[in-house]
């Protein structure tokens, strides 16, 4: 019974990956923070009734994710199911959370295909590795004023990222960048890791350059008011004499 039990429990999920992976179109926008908070929209469109509204919340609470609005929109194809999914994230590993369920990169639903794939998994260790599959990873690294981003390989239709920062186009082998180069967007199969300038180290940057300048200015004008006060001594001494 126990041995029966694990096996549809596998067989669900497995089916919920199918799906997500091969019978849907998700495209979201990402917005990172200077902090790296932010937040996901996705748009998720699927063959009508193969996915409902309850399934979709209770895939997003295995993940942990407390926090999201999900709402269904009307559709003029009566075929299709439209669902608007939002979620915010204030760390690295929440982040890593949306990823696993919107299957954006390597953190995504084909860690756990994998985990099913393996006869040998029961239910536990199949949550044990969706968590290891993100634990080792980091989505943001900082060298100086410069932020690398990688979040793996993308298994959605579109993905678009907006950053608090400037894009740099010469170093980024994927995606495409919007004439602002705030944002840069990627689609299916594509490498989701590029760079980007921080926009906190320029405006420091910025911001200490014109402490300095200001305290040269200020300097010229002390010294100024000092040379003018040894003259006007000089004068009245010049005078009284």
């Known amino acids: 019974?126990?041995?029966?039990?694990?096996?549809?429990?596998?067989?669900?999920?497995?089916?919920?990956?199918?799906?997500?992976q091969s019978c849907a179109t998700v495209e979201t926008d990402m917005k990172v923070n200077k902090d790296f908070s932010g937040n996901t929209v996705s748009k998720l469109a699927i063959a009508k009734g193969l996915i409902k509204e309850e399934d979709l919340k209770i895939?997003?609470?295995?993940?942990?994710i407390e926090k999201y609005t999900l709402k269904k929109e009307k559709d003029s194809d009566s075929n299709i199911d439209r669902y608007v999914i939002e979620i915010n994230w204030k760390t690295e590993e929440d982040l890593k959370k949306i990823l696993k369920f919107i299957g954006a990169g390597t953190t995504g639903?084909?860690?756990?295909?994998?985990?099913?794939?393996?006869?040998?998994?029961?239910?536990?260790?199949?949550?044990?590795?969706k968590v290891e599959a993100t634990s080792n990873t980091e989505i943001f690294k900082k060298d100086k004023n410069i932020v690398i981003v990688d979040m793996g390989s993308s298994r959605i239709a579109k993905l678009t990222v907006k950053v608090d920062g400037e894009i740099i186009s010469e170093e980024n082998a994927a995606g495409t960048i919007d004439k602002n180069k705030k944002e840069i967007t990627f689609y299916q199969g594509d490498r989701v890791n590029f760079k980007y300038k921080n926009k906190n180290g320029v405006f420091r940057i910025v911001l200490g350059m014109m402490g300095i300048a200001f305290l040269v200015i200020l300097g010229v004008i002390v010294l100024k008011k000092n040379k003018k006060g040894k003259f006007e001594e000089t004068l009245d001494e010049s005078i009284e004499h």
């Open 109 to 129: 639903l084909n860690s756990i295909e994998n985990s099913v794939n393996n006869t040998e998994t029961n239910s536990a260790d199949i949550e044990n590795n």
């Open 59 to 64: 895939e997003i609470s295995k993940l942990g």
């Open 1 to 20: 019974m126990d041995e029966l039990k694990k096996n549809l429990k596998i067989s669900v999920l497995l089916l919920f990956v199918f799906i997500i």
